[in-house]
């Protein structure tokens, strides 16, 4: 079976309150059907034990500096 994904836009959209207008429901299905089709080709790659996960970027503290010492 299928998803139909402009039934889904409709509703998503309806549940979290944003509008959406009938002419970009296809547009916005379409987009979510290509969403899906890259995701598969992601979940498709088989992982074994050995496989680790990336890193995660944690940024340096930002720390202020007065215009009089710059």
Known sequence: MTPDYEA???QAAALIGLPLHPDRVAAVGANLAQAAA???LVFAV???AADEPAP????A???PVSPAAA
Not at 56 to 59: L, M
């Open 56 to 59: 995660v970027f944690v940024p």
């Open 38 to 40: 890259m995701a598969a």
């Open 8 to 10: 889904y836009a409709v």
């Open 61 to 63: 503290p930002f720390i």
């Open 46 to 48: 088989p992982l074994t």
